[in-house]
T-cell receptor, first 114, second 109 residues
């Protein structure tokens, strides 16, 4: 099992550009989570999906952020337009539904917006 | 609402010294608590959960419902314990984890 796969590992982009982060959850995991990690705010939940349906997106900072899960094996987090304050490490995690201890995290995408 | 507080952003100890990373939570239901560890530039990994009452890498954590705490302890810190530690709280439905702000543990030689 390759685990949760995120791409790219690193992304450097200019302010105003669109950024798309990708995540492939573990096969059979029904829930997927997007987290943002910064020095100042720690680990923040942005959005999570159960069975491809967004359940709680209250953590999404603003309309510039959007997330989709078109099928059980793929999710994207998009920032348009990007801003320097979006610079962070973005983690994706997946787990079977109903098992809060079964989280598996991806390696994260380190985003730098200049 | 559920909330997790880790009051220390940084904890620095010498090798061999005891370690206690503090975690307090706020939750109206029956809590399910976890500690996650993140070594330098790696993914978060589950370290232990309160329901298992286990000791992993010498670490233990006891749930104290009276004090709403779940502090992580180790009697003798090792340099390889240096990492970021996150306390997390699961909700009753088992579908979401809320993380604390994290504590960076530095173990000096």
């Amino acid at each position: 099992d390759a685990g949760v796969i995120q791409s790219p590992r690193h992304e450097v982009t200019e302010m105003g550009q669109e950024v798309t982060l990708r995540c492939k959850p573990i096969s059979g995991h029904n829930s997927l989570f997007w987290y943002r990690q910064t020095m100042m705010r720690g680990l923040e939940l942005l959005i999570y999906f159960n069975n491809n349906v967004p359940i709680d997106d209250s953590g999404m900072p603003e309309d510039r952020f959007s997330a989709k899960m078109p099928n059980a094996s793929f999710s994207t987090l998009k920032i348009q337009p990007s801003e320097p304050r979006d610079s962070a490490v973005y983690f994706c995690a997946s787990r079977p539904v109903g098992r809060s201890y079964g989280y598996t995290f991806g390696s994260g995408t380190r985003l730098t917006v200049v | 609402a559920q909330r997790v507080t880790q009051p220390e952003k940084l904890l620095s100890v010498f090798k061999g010294a005891p370690v206690e990373l503090k975690c307090n939570y706020s939750y109206s239901g029956s809590p399910e608590l976890f500690w996650y560890v993140q070594y330098s530039r790696q993914r978060l990994q589950l370290l232990l959960r309160h329901i298992s009452r286990e000791s992993i890498k010498g670490f233990t954590a006891d749930l104290n419902k009276g004090e709403t705490s779940f502090h992580l302890k180790k009697p003798f810190a090792q340099e390889e314990d240096s990492a970021m530690y996150y306390c997390a709280l699961g909700n009753n439905a088992g579908n979401m984890l809320t993380f604390g702000g994290g504590t960076r543990l530095m173990v000096k030689p």
